[in-house]
Nanobody, 124 residues
Framework: QLVESGGGLVQAGGSLRLSCAASGRTIGAAYMAWFRQAPGKERDFVAGISWSTYRTYYVDSVKGRFTISRDNAQNTVYLQMNSLKPEDTAVYYC???????????????????WGQGTQVTVSS
């Protein structure tokens, strides 16, 4: 299971940190990632991290502003979001995938486990 926390309302330029706690079969997943979904839009990849190599991958629109990291002892993945923009407003989902692949998966259908989502709203 995956449980997200840390969403909320913030002004443009502000920061938020999302957390995703893994339990059960999601512990030891090969990859963990954050996706987001705005109203009427598809669920899009934001950032991902390999549990074994620490390799990270980001969508271009968040590079330099967002940082994905993990705490092995706590089985938790974080998404630090800085310099937030109104276009970052969405429901953010944590995802996990146990199958090892050549690179961090970036498509939603490549992930088998999902959290319930947490709302992030950035006001202008």
């Amino acid at each position: 299971q995956l449980v997200e926390s840390g969403g909320g309302l913030v002004q443009a330029g502000g920061s938020l940190r999302l957390s995703c706690a893994a339990s059960g079969r999601t512990i030891g997943a090969a990859y963990m990632a954050w996706f987001r979904q705005a109203p009427g839009k598809e669920r899009d990849f934001v950032a991902g991290i390999s549990w074994s190599t620490y390799r990270t991958y980001y969508v271009d629109s968040v590079k330099g502003r967002f940082t994905i990291s993990r705490d092995n002892a706590q089985n938790t993945v974080y998404l630090q979001m800085n310099s937030l923009k109104p276009e970052d407003t969405a429901v953010y989902y944590c995802a996990a995938e146990r199958t090892r692949r050549p690179t961090v998966p970036t498509r939603a259908n490549e992930y088998d486990y999902w959290g319930q989502g947490t709302q992030v709203t950035v006001s202008s």
